[in-house]
């Protein structure tokens, strides 16, 4: 069982950057692959953002190629998403999730366990 628990949104002008943090619970971190999701008012939940067990794999969902960057610490428990030059439209609820396998993916049924969300706002 892993317990999720992310942090960093909160309001930022167009343009502007945020970083976002997932920390995990338990000793095996290294062992799941994670990802980020966000939904937005309206909309489905969408992937952002994979990365595997050990970090040496990532992948992005191609509108947010050079914008964010996932990255993890593993000795931290912890995964993080930069997220840079901030537009309206990336104003969502945004998930870290987490898979019982160390090979990313980026559909949300593959992943276990959801973090609580944190919220992104972006004004214009």
């Known amino acids: 069982q892993v317990q999720l628990v992310e942090s960093g949104g909160g309001l930022v002008q167009t343009g502007g950057s945020l970083r976002l943090s997932c920390a995990a619970s338990?000793?095996?971190?290294?062992?799941?692959?994670m990802g980020w999701f966000r939904q937005a008012p309206g909309k489905e939940r969408e992937w952002v953002a994979a990365?595997?067990?050990?970090?040496?794999?990532?992948d992005y969902t191609d509108s947010l190629k050079g914008r964010f960057t996932i990255s993890r610490d593993n000795a931290k428990n912890t995964m993080y998403l930069q997220m840079n030059s901030l537009k309206p439209e990336d104003a969502a609820v945004y998930y870290c999730?987490?898979?019982?396998?160390?090979?990313?993916?980026?559909?949300?049924?593959?992943?276990?366990?959801w973090g609580q969300g944190t919220q992104v706002t972006v004004s214009s």
């Open positions: 990365i595997s067990g050990s970090g040496r794999s990532t």
């Open positions: 338990g000793r095996t971190f290294s062992t799941y692959a």
């Open positions: 999730a987490a898979r019982n396998s160390g090979i990313l993916r980026i559909k949300d049924y593959e992943y276990a366990y």
